[in-house]
Structures are given as structure tokens and as C-alpha cells.
């Protein structure tokens, strides 16, 4: 009996936004593994073991996972968005590393729609030429790391995606980001807050830096900060494909 | 009789990995427009018109497109990967900054699989921590910003995913590049070479960057440069949540 795990991104909310690939695997596994949220947004199937666990222990999930296709289960992991960005395929190779037989497992990673792609798809093209995603939760990281990595992008002129920009337990964060962005970049910049993209609650906001407070955004929030060149079209954003020095 | 205007991002090249939005706007398309090479790749489908054009007209292919919607088609423009990264999203709306009355059409933005995601998916996890895009075309930048953003790129400790790496027409920038970046980073950085990525021809090679080469690229690679905590576990390459200052 040989068991498999896929590690896969159901996209940013919408079903319309899963790929086929990933549906196929969901359809084949006979474990789903996942933050509670989003296995509880699977259509429930006869035979399928669903294991919804809390948002914060990745690294134990993983493992969980892993030992299950370990027993010749044929688990599926689920993520929000992509599995590769700020989500469960990193946390599984740190598993892995840790338990070198699990690197003899039948593995795959399947993409997904992360939802700086749905966002920026939904408010126009401000993605549009060279740009960078920041995760900006400080729970694995320090602070100051973050604060020099915007001021470097925003100094590169790239556009600018931010991951988990606000949660409960660290309301203070991104209030520091946007004085960090303001000081960088003017009042002038402009900034995306795109909530629940693709869902029947989803919202764009689009603002001027000066006018960004951090009550726009939630965990359920990517933001997107233009680069110099990003700039309105009708109802659009976008940012031009050519850059001078 | 009203037309509209979908821009679509196919995915990377399966059809596993186009999304069902793309597909149903595809079956609901008069009219169905995009370079050549991914046009040709549709199944060609009774009472569609499909309008191939060379990889370079961009803008010419974007208002051709605007033109046939507001002549009451139903139009599809598709990008290969995503529509919003380095593709055609962004020469519509630079079409229609130029002809306000295009504003008014009905405009959406489907977005896709990018590259440089299914790229990370079949490699591991390279971007499973922060990391910035940069298309490596000096077409519509200076070469010095493009060299500019490496720097600082590979200062902020950002994994790299470089985009359109290399042509027939630009043979010398890539081997610049990989200098920058081995004077950056040094030469035990490791480099992914994801080449026609979900394909049948899809190659995935990982080298340490003193090791490798221009000619590991072509256009349909995308390289994935890792940061400094990038690693291998097995055959994948990963980046790890985690990271210190």
C-alpha cells in the first residue's frame, strides 16, 4: 500500500478559481488536510477523512500529513491561494528535513491562484511590471527585517504586494508599515486594499498613501502599493509595462 | 449590442492549470485574440474568430482587441501564465489611457497560473518566503535599472523569480545578470532553471549560481534564484518560513 501527498492551492475563495489539477486531487485523496477554514469550504465527499486543525501550527500539520500518506493514506493539504507563497508547501520541506525517510514519499505541490494575482486582477494591472511580495506578520521573522525590506523595494521602485498585513495579536504592524511606505514613497502613492478578493463579499479600495489608515485592512486583506509609475485609468489601476531610470 | 472585453491568463501551458473562469470565458468568446503561440494552442472551436499576432505588438494586439469590443464582439484576449504579470493586462489599459472612450467598455481580468508559481510548485517551495519578480527584458527599461534592482533585490535577502531571461535579440543581458548577482550573492546561491513548466518538454534544474550558465535559459524558462536561507531537502528546494536578520 503506497501512500502520496499533494500539497494544494484552492485559489483565493472562489471554486471558479480552482484549478482542474487541484479539483482532481481533492477528488482522489482519502484524507484533506487543512486549516479549518478551508477544508470546511470543501464540498463534503463519502469516504473522505477531513482533518481542519488551528491556523497556527502549521509545522505540526505537516507532519500529521506527512504520517498519514506515511500509513499509505493518500493525503491532500490544502492552502488558501498558492501552497509555495506564505503557506503549508514550505512548512512540509521543514518537516521533511527534520525527518529524513519522509524525503522517500511520493510528493507533489500543485499551484494556485495566490491572491495577490486576484487582487491585482480585480483592480486592474497594478502588478504589471517588476514588483515584490512581503509577508509582513512577524511571528517568524523580526520586525526590522521587514521595515528594511520595504524600504529596499520601495528604493527599487517595485510595486509592492503585503501578505497578512494586520491581524488580533499584532494590531500595531502594519500601522508602522505605512509610516515606513509614507516616508519612502510620499503621501501620494497609491495603495490597494483588496478584501475577500473573488468571494461574495469581496471589496477594492483604492487610496492615496496619505490617506491609507490600518483599519482598511484585516487578514483576509492583501494590499498592493503602486511603485512611482502605478497610476489610475477610469476605474482602473495599472502599472505601465515601460520604466525609465 | 453590447461587447465586452475578458483578459485571460491561460495558465503556464496545461490545460490542468487553466482555471474554470478561463475556460467558461473562452466558450462564451466571438472572438479570441493573443501572440500567435498561445492562440494556437486553443482548441479550435465552431464560430470563434481567431486573431493570431506576432509576440512584439502588444499595444497594437490591445487596441484591436478594444476595437472589436466596442464593435459588440465578445472578446478574449489570453496571455500565457498570468494576464497581470508581464503580459497583456497592462497594454490594455495603456490602450485605453490613450482613448478615454474605452473606458466605458465592459473590461474584466481573469487572472492565471504564473510561471514562476507552477515553476516553484514542481521545484519545492523556492518562494515560500518573501521574494520580488523582475523581467529581465530591457525592451521597455534601461538596462541599469533592471541591474539596479538585482542589487538592491539581493540586498533585502529576496528570493528572485526573472522573467523572460534571455533572446535571440537580447543574448548578453542574462550573462550580465548572473554576474550581478555572483558578485551579490556569492556563487553558492542556489539557481532554479524551470523550463516549459506543466508541459510535456518541462525540465526543472538546480545549479549553485557559480556553476551556472546563460545558456541554461531561453525564453521559455523562468529562473528562480534563492535567497540566503534557500535550500535543498531531498530533490526539492525550499525557503523556509523562518528567517533572522
Same mark, same amino acid.
Given at each position: 500500500?503506497?501512500?502520496w501527498?499533494?500539497?494544494?492551492?484552492?485559489?483565493?475563495?472562489?471554486?471558479?478559481?480552482?484549478?482542474?489539477?487541484?479539483s482532481?486531487?481533492?477528488?482522489?485523496?482519502?484524507?484533506?488536510?487543512?486549516?479549518?477554514?478551508?477544508?470546511? +469550504?470543501?464540498?463534503?465527499r &463519502?469516504?473522505v477523512?477531513?482533518?481542519?486543525?488551528?491556523?497556527?501550527?502549521?509545522?505540526?500539520?505537516?507532519?500529521?500529513? $506527512?504520517?498519514?500518506?506515511?500509513?499509505?493514506?493518500? %493525503?491532500?493539504? =490544502?492552502?488558501?491561494?498558492?501552497?509555495?507563497v506564505?503557506a503549508?508547501?514550505a512548512? %512540509?520541506?521543514?518537516a521533511?528535513?527534520?525527518e529524513?525517510? @519522509?524525503?522517500?514519499?511520493?510528493?507533489? =505541490?500543485?499551484?494556485?491562484?495566490t491572491a495577490?494575482?486576484?487582487?491585482a486582477?480585480a483592480?486592474?494591472?497594478?502588478l504589471?511590471?517588476?514588483f515584490?511580495?512581503?509577508?509582513?506578520?512577524?511571528?517568524?521573522?523580526? @520586525?526590522?527585517l521587514i521595515?528594511?525590506? &520595504?524600504? &529596499?523595494a520601495?528604493?527599487?521602485?517595485?510595486? &509592492?504586494?503585503?501578505?497578512n498585513? !494586520?491581524?488580533?495579536s499584532?494590531?500595531?504592524?502594519?500601522a508602522?508599515?505605512?509610516g =515606513? $511606505? !509614507?516616508e519612502?514613497?510620499?503621501t501620494?502613492r497609491?495603495?490597494t486594499?483588496?478584501?475577500? %478578493?473573488?468571494?461574495?463579499?469581496?471589496?477594492?479600495?483604492t =487610496?492615496e498613501?496619505g490617506e491609507?489608515?490600518?483599519?482598511?485592512?484585516d487578514m483576509?486583506?492583501?494590499?498592493?502599493?503602486?511603485?512611482s509609475?502605478?497610476?489610475r %485609468?477610469g476605474n @482602473?489601476?495599472?502599472?505601465?509595462? +515601460?520604466?525609465v531610470?
Open positions: 500500500m503506497t501512500g501527498l499533494i500539497i494544494a492551492g484552492l485559489g483565493p475563495g472562489s471554486d471558479e478559481l480552482m484549478t482542474p489539477e487541484v482532481a486531487a481533492l477528488d482522489e485523496a482519502s484524507d484533506i488536510v487543512g486549516y479549518s477554514t478551508y477544508v470546511d +469550504r470543501l464540498k463534503p &463519502l469516504g477523512a477531513l482533518h481542519g486543525s488551528d491556523n497556527r501550527e502549521e509545522l505540526k500539520r505537516a507532519r500529521d500529513a $506527512l504520517a498519514l500518506a506515511e500509513d499509505g493514506r493518500n %493525503v491532500v493539504i =490544502v492552502s488558501s491561494g498558492d501552497p509555495g506564505f503549508m508547501a512548512a %512540509v520541506f521543514e521533511i528535513e527534520g529524513p525517510r @519522509w524525503q522517500k514519499l511520493d510528493i507533489r =505541490v500543485l499551484p494556485g491562484i495577490m494575482l486576484a487582487a486582477a483592480a486592474g494591472a497594478p504589471g511590471h517588476d515584490c511580495a512581503i509577508n509582513l506578520s512577524d511571528n517568524l521573522k523580526p @520586525w526590522e521595515e528594511r525590506r &520595504l524600504r &529596499l520601495t528604493e527599487a521602485d517595485l510595486a &509592492l504586494a503585503l501578505y498585513p !494586520r491581524s488580533k499584532r494590531p500595531q504592524g502594519f508602522k508599515a505605512l =515606513v $511606505l !509614507r519612502a514613497c510620499g501620494e497609491l495603495v486594499f483588496a478584501r475577500a %478578493v473573488s468571494t461574495p463579499e469581496q471589496t477594492i479600495v =487610496v498613501l491609507a489608515v490600518p483599519e482598511m485592512a483576509q486583506t492583501v494590499v498592493i502599493v503602486g511603485s509609475s502605478t497610476r %485609468v @482602473w489601476i495599472y502599472t505601465p509595462r +515601460r520604466a531610470s
